[in-house]
């Protein structure tokens, strides 16, 4: 059973809008959880070699990060007037990602709450390369918050994969399904499932016999609807156990890429819900090409999720 008693919210302190605090504030109110409010900072000119490095320096250093620690229980304080349980944490680390891993790792958070930034002119999320980091290892579920509030009764999207075409572990989706029904139960909102059906290999079989009968005695489009139907089988044995009614069941032909923000868009969901996955046998941690157009194309907020043994997965 999924929880939400801790959260760790990661703060830019060089901007004045902090989407991830607000949502990571909200989730906490909502659910009773402990909130970390957490910055991973560095300055090249402070950081000195091994053989460089001096007593003024460390000195720098340590004010350095007691500025930033300020910083954040100036914002700490407002939420514990509300009677929120806070914690502030600052890292000094390079890389920023790999330090927030290793405070992840040694903090134990459910969710690791970000912000990220969408420009509707380009439609593109512009991910910064501490976001693809942290979508490649972070080894909790990672929310990429963006700008604007959740409406009232929010829509969260779970993103399935009930072919397990992308090499995805079975239990991942219900993972998903049950991130998806944690976050809409603590947010008042509801659950809908997507996936996006394209027979590229069927379609590519058949393409050369210009739809005349196969040897089987069907069709191209026979073949391509049969397999859409065992598809469709497997999408509800999975959203089953998690009663979810079939309004809510979005089985929609089309390349995962165009398809999952085009869903997120026409039900103005709020939170799309994936997965993510290791495929390298030398423990390299990615998405792929179709997952990163998707995140790429996707207005709304992202939460990533991860496989149970993820972290046996980490490249550090």
Not at 19 to 33: Q, Y
Not at 209 to 231: D, F, H, K, Q
Not at 240 to 269: F, I, K, S
Not at 280 to 288: A, C, D, K, P, T
Request: aromatic share 6%.
């Amino acid at each position: 059973m999924k929880r939400l008693d801790r959260i760790l919210a990661v703060l830019d302190p060089t901007t004045e809008a902090q989407p991830a605090l607000a949502k990571a504030a909200t989730l906490a109110r909502r659910s009773g959880a402990t909130l970390e409010l957490f910055i991973c900072d560095f300055d090249p000119s402070l950081s000195g070699q091994p053989f460089f490095d001096t007593d003024k320096l460390r000195q720098l250093r340590e004010e350095f990060v007691a500025e930033r620690l300020e910083y954040l229980e100036d914002m700490a304080e407002d939420l514990r007037a509300e009677g929120l349980a806070v914690e502030t944490h600052v890292h000094w680390d390079n890389p920023t990602y790999r330090g927030i891993v290793r405070r992840v790792e040694e903090a134990a958070p459910d969710l690791v709450v970000k912000d990220t930034h969408y420009h509707t002119v380009l439609r593109r999320t512009l991910f910064t390369n501490t976001d693809w980091s942290l979508i490649r290892t972070c080894p909790a579920p990672l929310l990429l918050a963006k700008a604007g509030e959740w409406p009232d009764t929010p829509r969260i999207l779970a993103a399935l994969d009930p072919g397990h075409v992308g090499d995805k572990p079975a239990g991942l989706d219900h993972d998903i399904l049950e991130w998806s029904e944690l976050v809409a139960a603590r947010m008042g909102g509801e659950v809908h499932a997507v996936h996006a059906f394209f027979p590229a290999a069927l379609l590519a079989a058949t393409a050369t016999l210009a739809g005349m009968p196969l040897a089987s005695g069907m069709t191209s489009a026979e073949i391509v609807e049969a397999e859409r139907m065992r598809i469709a089988g497997l999408f509800a044995d999975i959203a089953g156990p998690h009663h979810l009614p079939a309004q809510r069941l979005h089985l929609e032909q089309g390349a995962a890429a165009e398809v999952l923000p085009r869903m997120a868009d026409q039900l103005n969901a709020a939170l799309v819900v994936m997965g993510a996955v290791s495929r390298s046998r030398l423990q390299e941690v990615f998405l792929g090409s179709t997952a990163e157009r998707v995140l790429d194309r996707i207005g709304c907020d992202v939460l990533v999720v991860k496989p149970a043994d993820f972290t046996e997965k980490l490249p550090f």
